[in-house]
């Protein structure tokens, strides 16, 4: 019975706090107002790449080494794989749809938020805290923004993230340094995300009319 | 028979004439010419702290028959020191490139041998005919999150060393410099430089990968640059040049999200446009020329309250205004 272990917790947590995304969401989209362009997301991108590095430089100091050391370069184990990856064959990443292009960008940051969230949760010192609440708002702010751009090009958003953000088997981390190894491998992807977003953008950028159907952002902590 | 040897510099080195004993009577040579009996023990050539000079082909005689019965070439070396690698990308996102050298001169052959890892997957890095010391890889995978690992190991018969890379797909993403840099003055604009220049060809697709410049200039006589960067665009107009003296631009160019700058472009001169000198006239004859331009207008005589004199005093601005009023409508009139 999931009430028993730690998984159960984890994935309980977490489909709680992910759905609370939505509900801005739909409140948003029935004001049309002011405008979420492709620039301004692309601009959002670049904003939170910039806060990651200060964030993942704070959050690894306190994992502590090797975590924080500059040449770590740790193989990515079968459990890293729940995290979604921006890795993606280059053919393939060219001859994606702006509608795929689009939903894969709104599903990774939707689940990575989710995530980190549950780290929020967790996480020793106040000053990680306040970043992290910080991060996760603008976090929050990019997925809404993608949600716009998809909804006023008529695409459809994809479905939340219900159900467990992760395959169900894997167990959370039995020990502390694989704890801290899901959190490296989080801000890892994180960071390739912002970095793969920025370009996903950009061909976007070219291809689509910059003045779309604009949304007047009220989110919560935004 | 012939043989190779290989020693390093600062080492003794002793060379038996093949097979002959010890005590045997020998001859030896380097290069053609007889060595001196005291670099001999025996039969044995006894070279002490050898240096590079002494390289060379050393050539052992039997001592009555001059029958040849030893030959070797002997080449003075070091062993490798660590080499210098570098990896850039200057054609993202198609792949990378590696290159490199030695710090220091071997004096002997050495061969090099790069291995590339991408997580637990070893890559080929196909070396380049020219230049040499260099190799090139494709990107089957498109933003990554584990690093590259490239180790070059250097080898020679004296000795081997190595060195290793780790970095990320993003951050050796380094542009060559922009270029067809031109730079020209724009007329009737004495403190304006018009300055373009083109995407570097290597970078393979500007649209989906744009980058972004940064520009640079100062008069040859200032050391102090000026600098501007430039979101997007393939053009600039320097608006704040100082008049008449010539100016030296640069550029550079940067993917728009990762990497580093490239290397500053060749640089161009340009002097800003400036007015064909008059001829020299006298203080009369310039005073004359105004007044009677600005009677072309087919003013009435009201205006010569505007003359030279007049508008020097502010008192007399207001009653120019009037008139500059009505010789405009008297102008628009006319046409």
Known sequence: SPTGDSWGIFTFLCAALCNLPALPALNCSEELGAGQSIQQTYDLTRYLEHQLRTLAGTYLNYLGPPFNEPDFNPPRLARAERVPSATVDLDLWRGLTDNARLAANYRAYSRLLCYLRVLDGQVGTAELRHRLTHFCASLQGLVLSIGGVMSSLGYPLPAGPAGPPAPPGTPAAPNDFLKKMDDFWLLKELQTWLWRSAKDFNRLKKKVPPAVITLRLEAKGF | ?335
């Open chain 2, 1 to 335: 028979d012939s043989h190779i040897q290989y020693e390093r510099v600062g080492a003794d080195v002793t060379m038996k004439c093949g097979s002959m004993d010890w005590d045997a009577a020998v001859t030896w040579t380097a290069n053609g010419t007889d060595i001196d009996e005291s670099h001999l023990n025996g039969s044995y050539l006894i070279l002490k702290n050898v240096d590079l000079s002494q390289s060379g082909q050393y050539s052992c005689y039997e001592g009555s028959s001059w029958h040849l019965k030893y030959q070797t070439y002997l080449r003075v070396g070091t062993p490798p020191k660590e080499p210098v690698l570098m990896c850039r990308s200057n054609n993202y996102p198609k792949g990378f490139y590696c290159s490199w050298h030695l710090p220091t001169p071997t004096y002997i052959p050495n061969s090099f041998n790069i291995s590339v890892i991408h997580g637990t997957k070893e890559m080929v890095c196909e070396k380049d005919a020219i230049p040499k010391n260099r190799c090139h890889i494709r990107y089957l995978q498109l933003f990554s999150t584990v690093k590259y690992k490239v180790t070059l190991t250097v080898t020679n018969a004296l000795g081997k060393n190595f060195t290793t890379l780790t970095f990320d797909e993003f951050a050796i993403v380094k542009p060559d410099p922009p270029e067809s840099v031109v730079a020209k003055p724009v007329p009737n604009n004495p403190r304006r430089l018009e300055v373009s220049w083109q995407n570097p060809s290597s970078w393979p697709d500007p649209e989906s990968f744009p980058l972004k410049f940064f520009l640079r200039y100062r008069p040859l006589i200032l050391d102090q640059w000026q600098h501007v960067e430039l979101s997007d665009g393939t053009l600039h107009t320097i608006t704040d040049a100082y008049a008449g003296k010539e100016y030296i631009i640069q550029v550079a160019a940067k993917d728009n999200d990762i990497g580093t700058w490239s290397d500053w472009s060749v640089a161009v001169h340009a002097t800003p446009w400036t007015e064909e000198p008059k001829h020299l006239t006298t203080e009369a004859q310039i005073t004359e020329t105004t007044s009677a331009s600005t009677s072309s207008f087919m003013a009435p005589p009201t205006t010569k309250i505007c003359d030279k004199g007049a508008m020097v005093g502010s008192g007399a601005v207001a009653v120019c205004w009037t008139a500059g009023l009505v010789v405009a409508a008297y102008s628009v009139l006319f046409i």
